[in-house]
């Protein structure tokens, strides 16, 4: 009885599915196997990953791999994909107006406004005014607590104080009157001198007040209503601070700048259209749609954009032989995306959110040169290998082998560079589509947004779910389990929220509180692939309607995650459309559907 | 509060750090000068006596800082300063690390800190 092994080289993987056939043309599958795909995908550079993946399928049936009569390797569709983010907007602080980095410890409570003085100067410091004292780290707590307590008892007015260490309750707490105290300015020798400040500091678990509402900074600094006006950016980013210090300078400010991020051309078949990654992606997104069907996407030279753009066409160019200049990015997606920057001009080291553009570029050509690298298999194997057929034709039989599934039937392969989608309809036509978007830009995203600059841990984050560490002993879950040791948990886990991963617990330095991680891992997903879901199903769905679709798998790398399956049919319930991860042959999950729709291929050619 | 014993007599400078590191935070704690004995030991009693568990030992006539918790095995303490990690701003550290303890917020950590290890 003949084995035939069906190979399927993807990107990140490389599956075997292992069979026998019978005389009288049936197939039985024994086994099969998943290994990492060596070199790139297409290349020879496979072939021991795909040597190792048939020695993996045979072992457990206890034949060699020499047994195996006939090997048929997928004719790969290459997809390229890469990402980018462009930052499009920054915060800038002018003339060191204010300071709003919320330390964790300030000192005292209350509102004081006053002029700033340095506390060298305090002593030569006129009784008339009221003072704000800046306390830099030099000057030792009890010094600074004693000095300020003689100014007082001299007859002065010290209304407030702003310290460079974090050292506000150990001077507070030996101060004779209470007084507000921010600590830990970063920079604290650009504080202006000789200024209007007001320091409020808010009692525990509560934010300021006075200094978040622009008519009471008003009242407080006799602004007029179009200094008012301006100073609604400085109320607003003060907003639910515990404590905060606004310095009335002659021209200071907090603004957000827009930062030129360059455009990108949209060539559709009939139309042409020019847009700045600045106007966002929603506006990005919305010319695409309009100048459907898109031939072809060009970025401007020199931006972060740009460099992605030549960076796909060139990794696609080594893979198929072809001039650079021949290809073409096919297809983008942009997201809208915050980013934690710091605040230029800040005095505490302030983070401000600017707005980003997530970028997704996408190349794909006709075909791989597959044929170079089945001849050089069968050499080195001495057995035949034959291309067996168009993938997304492969995938689609593979997955059709799901209990419970029958045509019209779409595929969704939710891999890392793109979102690939196939359709078959009733009368067993293909059609098939890829789409720029997937699993890396949701892993940008997360890094993006938690500002973790650290891609590997933001993998991470996608990956697994969150916890927080309680005590020694136990954390909670994000679904708000409780897990218990018996051995305490290092002191590295201790109060922070970590990753739950099969390796063991990450541990996250960000200040952010688990429900807003697991919301920005969330959206991150949703952003990307139910997005891409819809727009891949409306384009190869019959007149673009879903409803005439009426099951939908999932396969692919991200098709395993723990979320995303459930996000995209509850995406898909409006349409009627039964969606799920898939069930290749029953038993393998979301996985080996080309490599078995090899083998079911080959079979129907073997009968007619 | 978070309770410390010494062993007498424990000097002012070095005693000082530990207590602003816990008042910068905002916990109480009170010391108690003690005859003798080991600094781990000293401070399992202390975190067992302490409402909040945390108890810091101190023996610097065998220069060592121990840092532990009710709930941890009498030899295996949070963190356990020896002699050159003796400065100011480590045992203000310390001070700062039990209090966090009480309130469950992350540590400081430095590579000095003698963790034990787990």
Redesign the interface.
Known sequence: MPYVAGVDIGNNTTEVALAELTDSGEVRFLSSSLVRTTGIKGTVQNIPGVIEAMKRAAAPVGIARHQISLTLLNEATPVIGDVAMETITETVITESAMIGHNPSTPGGQGLGVGFTITLNELDTACSEKSWVVIIPGAVDFTEAASWLNRATSSGLRVVGAIAQKDDAVLINNRLHHIIPIVDEVKHIDRVPVNMQAAVEVAGPGRAIEKLSNPYDLATLFQLDPDETRRAVPIARALAGARSAVVIRTPRGDIEERRIPAGRITLIGQNRKVEIAVEEGAEAIMHSLGDVAPLLEVQAEVGTNVGGMFDHVCQVMAELTDQPVAGIRVQDIMAVDTFKPQQIQGSLAGEYALGNAVGLAAMVSTHKLPMQRLAGQLQEEIKATVAVGGVEAEMAIRGALTTPGTTSPLAILDLGGGSTDASLINSSGEIRSIHLAGAGDMVTLLIDTELGLEDRELAEQIKRYPLAKVESLFHLRHENGTVQFFREPLEPRFFGRVVVVSENGLIPLETREPLPKIVGVRQEAKRKVFVQNSLRALQRIAPSGNIRLISFVVLVGGSALDFEIPQMIADAFMAFGVVTGRANVRGVEGPRNAVATGLILAHLRRQAH | MVIILAVQPAPEETIAPIL?GL????VPAVLYEVASGEAEALAKEAATRSPLNVGIGINLDNLTISLH?R???LE?P??TLRSTDLKPSHLQVLGTNAA??V?????V?QDVHD?TS?
């Open positions: 602003w008042e910068e935070e905002g918790h709930n941890l095995p295996r949070l963190f966090r303890l309130k469950g917020d992350p540590l950590l963790e787990r």
